[in-house]
């Protein structure tokens, strides 16, 4: 079997991580502050908010220094003529081989922060299952999406 293409995900796709672990992070540290205030009445809240601020920038720092870096080092799709594998996860690696046969459709999705780093999120669905490849280069997306669709037309014609 012919490899076709090997492909990881581009640097500036741990910037687009960071910024959405960012945007985690401030919506939990506002969802604590919105409780605490409607709370603040009882004596024990503020010991509670405390602690979830803390857990929230250890969270935030883990994520946005070690996490997103090696997520997209942990993430890579390789095409063949007759299947598609997706590699991704940092603790919990997934490995997952979809015959072209087996594609029904492709998307790529491109939200405003993925617009602003040329990024795009490509999904495949199959008949039982959707396998998403986050934050590939908007070129390549479109390349990938194609090339998916004409192998798998090529498939189904045997």
Not at 72 to 90: A, F
Request: net charge neutral.
């Amino acid at each position: 079997m012919e490899q076709l293409d090997y492909v990881s995900l581009p640097k500036r796709a741990a910037t687009y991580f960071r910024i959405t672990y960012l945007l985690e992070i401030v919506i939990s540290a506002v969802a604590v502050s919105f409780g605490w205030f409607i709370f603040r009445q009882i004596d024990w809240v503020p010991s509670v908010a405390y602690g979830l601020y803390a857990l929230i920038i250890i969270w935030g720092c883990y994520r946005l220094l070690w996490y997103a870096e090696r997520r997209r080092q942990n993430t890579w799709y390789q095409l063949y003529e007759d299947r598609l594998v997706i590699h991704k996860g940092v603790w919990e690696k997934h490995h997952v081989t979809i015959p072209m046969f087996r594609v029904q459709h492709v998307t790529v999705k491109r939200g405003p922060l993925l617009r602003m780093y040329a990024l795009a999120n490509t999904t495949f669905f199959t008949a039982g299952s959707s396998y998403d490849i986050p934050a590939v280069e908007e070129d390549k997306a479109e390349d990938i999406r194609d090339r998916v669709i004409d192998l798998a037309k090529e498939r189904e014609e045997y």
